[in-house]
C-alpha cells in the first residue's frame, strides 16, 4: 500500500514538473515572438522583461518539484527576486536612454509621458549625446 502512495506522489510531481516547464517555454515562445514582432524599442522592452520574468519563475518552480529539497528551494527564491528587482529597473534605465536618445515611437503610441519632461528636453544634454542621430 505504501509503495503505491509513493507512486502516486512521483507522478504527480512529474506532472507537475512537465507543466510547469512548458508553461515557463511557452511564456519564453511568447517573450521572444514579441520582441520580433513589436515595433519599437519600448514595446520590445516590455516583451522582454515581463514575460520572461514569469517564464524564469515557472522553470525555477519546475526544479524546485523535481529536486525537492531545501538547497534548490533557496536558490530558486534567490534567483526568482534577483529577476524580478532588476529586470524593471533595467528596463527603466533602458526606456530613459531611447528617449534621451530621441529614439522614436510607435505611431500607434497614444501618450508619451516623458515629452515635456525638463530632465530630458534636449537643452540640459551634454553636447557629445545631443550630436547623435537616432539609433
Do not use: C
Not at 84 to 106: D, G, Q
Amino acid at each position: 500500500m505504501q509503495l503505491t502512495s509513493k507512486r502516486n506522489i512521483m507522478m504527480i510531481s512529474n506532472i507537475l514538473v512537465i507543466v510547469f516547464v512548458l508553461s515557463g517555454a511557452f511564456f519564453s515562445l511568447l517573450a521572444a515572438i514579441g520582441v520580433i514582432r513589436f515595433p519599437d524599442v519600448y514595446t520590445r522592452m516590455h516583451a522582454a522583461t515581463k514575460a520572461p520574468a514569469f517564464g524564469i519563475m515557472l522553470f525555477l518552480i519546475a526544479a524546485v518539484i523535481f529536486f525537492a529539497d531545501l538547497y534548490s528551494m533557496v536558490i530558486s527564491l534567490l534567483i526568482v527576486l534577483f529577476i524580478f528587482f532588476t529586470a524593471p529597473i533595467a528596463s527603466h534605465i533602458i526606456s530613459r536612454v531611447a528617449h534621451l536618445l530621441n529614439t522614436e515611437i510607435w505611431s500607434g503610441t497614444i501618450i508619451d509621458e516623458l515629452a515635456n519632461d525638463a530632465a530630458i528636453n534636449k537643452k540640459n544634454l551634454p553636447e557629445e549625446l545631443s550630436e547623435t542621430d537616432n539609433l
